[in-house]
């Protein structure tokens, strides 16, 4: 990369470190900011700063928000009693993307994985059980993902919430829209089969 | 570059890129290896059950130098329930770690992922009367594989067989009362049953010890210790061992 200057050079580095970001597309990039205006370079600049200043984990169901109380559990529309538990707040988007549920959220923040040492205490578990005590919650979805480690995190949560007297469902797992019943492995068709509806 | 067919345990899974993972396999024929799995991380792919932890599968990968490409995979058996007990979770992890910490790349042992695969599916089945069992007689059977058999019929240091009450880490096996004196280094006091419990985990096949009945207290010890001596033969501690320790009254 000798060729370029210092300046810009260390711009590419940067922008390749973005996920995603390979060094062609990390040298396009810079080629396109260094041509921008200076009112659309400081507004960029002023985004990524205020972005990493002033998002802030909602102080109820800890998805990313920069306010105290994210607008999901500020909004009184949202039906009080039931709640979601996601793994990342990338997971809350996906599903308000889909407009099916209109309940509330808790972002555990990761999964349980022995190998990873990601214990009950390095995820927003406890902040869970407490939640779920302290309000009038009639059901909660276990929402993590279909991996070893979601799994087992949603049963772990599942069986220490149960007794609470609070209803406790796992999303359904089936076939991906668009796949082919011939490459569907064994074990999501056997859920698949589990969770089948009457149509 | 000829693909290589062989099945394989998946004993340790990393992300890598965007969709990307890269896989640690126990393979039948080609020992401990590292695998590329592509787009595993994408809802689409193929390949998603085949390439988690615990995944037992039939895999068709191009060769690499470090890492191999996955090319195709077939899942044979997952032991999906041990995701619906943490602690079984947990004590399956550390025998994946175990299996990571113990073998080289490349570095073959279908004996020992025999045993590991016929261990994961007792305890995933919920078939052994306990767990810690099959824990303590995989980490002995394990350890004596690779060649540090503990000594576990006379002391290590007078060679008698009378007064035997300690396990001598430095020692590689039992010593007697009178010898405790003269040693150095980590002991773990042993009870006749604890020492008979060590000798049946070298001598009883694995079928026959998951219907063995024992008190979970003395197995973790006898884990605990078993676990302290892998540490001090292969020269690293698992962390996965560790973590099922704190597991055993995570939120308390
Ligand atoms: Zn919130
Ligand atoms: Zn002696």
């Known amino acids: 990369m000798g060729y370029y200057p210092k300046t810009l050079e260390r711009l590419v580095l940067e922008l390749g470190k973005l996920p995603g970001i390979g060094e062609k597309s990390a040298q396009r990039l810079a080629f396109h900011i260094i041509n921008l205006s200076d009112e659309e370079i400081s507004s960029l600049s002023e985004a990524l700063i205020s972005a990493k200043a002033k998002i802030v984990l909602c102080q109820k169901c800890f998805t990313i928000t920069d306010k105290e ?76 993902n279909a991996t070893v480690e979601g799994e087992a995190t949603a049963m772990y949560l599942g069986n220490l919430i149960s007794p609470l007297g609070v209803k406790v469902t796992r999303l359904a797992k089936g076939i991906p829209i668009g796949a082919d019943l011939e490459y569907t492995d064994e074990i999501t068709l056997i859920k698949a089969f589990e969770g089948r509806n009457e149509i | 570059m000829a693909l290589i067919k062989t099945k394989g345990l998946v004993i340790k ?50 060769p690499g130098k470090n890492f191999g490409i996955i090319n195709q995979s077939n899942l044979i058996e997952a032991f999906y329930p041990l995701r619906n007990d943490l602690t079984k979770m947990a004590l399956a992890s550390y025998l994946l770690d175990l299996m990571y910490n113990a073998y080289e790349f490349f570095q073959k042992s279908p004996e020992i992922l025999k045993l590991l695969l016929h261990v994961l599916f007792y305890m995933s089945g919920g078939k052994a009367k306990n767990d810690l069992i099959l824990v303590g007689a995989f980490q002995m059977k394990l350890v004596s594989y690779l060649g540090y058999r503990p000594g576990l019929e006379r002391c290590m240091i007078c060679q008698d067989d009378q007064e035997i009450s300690l396990f001598s880490i430095e020692n590689n096996g039992i010593i007697c009362s009178g010898c405790r004196e003269q040693t ?55 962390k996965a061992y560790a973590f099922y320790k704190t597991m055993l009254n995570p939120l308390g």
């Open chain 1, 69 to 144: 109380i994210c607008d999901i559990c500020e909004n009184p529309k949202r039906d009080q009693e039931t709640i979601c538990v996601v793994q990342n707040s990338r997971d809350i988007f996906a599903i308000e993307k889909t407009r099916e549920y209109n309940g509330l959220y808790h972002v555990l923040h990761g999964a349980i994985s022995p190998l990873d040492g990601i214990g009950p205490q390095d995820i927003k578990a406890r902040e869970l059980l407490l939640r779920i005590g302290e309000s009038d919650i009639k059901e909660v979805i276990m929402a993590t």
């Open chain 2, 13 to 62: 899974e990393q992300p890598y890129k965007e969709q990307d993972k890269i896989l640690t396999i126990f393979t039948e024929d080609e020992g401990k290896i590292q695998c590329i799995a592509r787009g595993v991380r994408r809802q689409k792919s193929g390949l998603l059950a085949s390439t988690q932890i615990f995944a037992y599968s039939e895999f068709v990968y191009y």
């Open chain 2, 184 to 238: 150095e280094g980590y002991l773990y006091k042993l009870n006749p049953a604890m020492l008979e419990l060590l000798q049946d985990f070298l001598r009883q096949p694995i079928k026959q010890l998951k219907d063995r009945e024992v008190s979970s207290a003395e197995a973790i010890k006898i884990n605990d210790l078993l676990d302290h001596y892998i540490g001090y033969c292969i020269g690293k501690s698992s």
